[in-house]
């Protein structure tokens, strides 16, 4: 591991949070690394500043909840207050015009009144006559 790994993990180290193996290998990498020992000695020195001022503070039960919240609130949306949102009214109003549309375009593409017969394909009684043909002589349909 390089010292930026190890620097990840000293504030775990001085809260005593590190499993016990990884806390032996940064207590060997710190035998050697006066970079990393100077970090864990600037930190050790906020920390005890910070547990000192802190049982000066009263704060209240729900404290950390609100904090997280507003915290929450400002990386999120950039305001402390919600945004609010505009999407559920914009979907309720296409649906509402594409329903509109589709009674439009029902109610103008169908024909008015009743619907109008069937055409019945046009039945020629009379064959045409071909000049210089021979004509057959007609016969009798009810003579077979």
Known sequence: MTCR???EQLSSYLDGELPARRAARLDAHLKTCP???A???A???IAGRLRAVS????VSHDFDRRVIRAV???HVTGWQKPVRSYLKPLVILALFLLAMMGAVWHFFT???GPPLPEPQPAI????PVVPGASVPPMQDPEAR
């Open 72 to 74: 929450g609130y400002w």
């Open 124 to 127: 020629s009684a009379v064959a």
């Open 5 to 7: 790994l190890y620097e």
């Open 55 to 58: 049982s000066q503070v009263q």
């Open 35 to 37: 970079h990393c020992r």
């Open 39 to 41: 970090e864990l000695t």
């Open 43 to 45: 930190l050790g020195g």
């Open 110 to 112: 169908r024909p008015l």
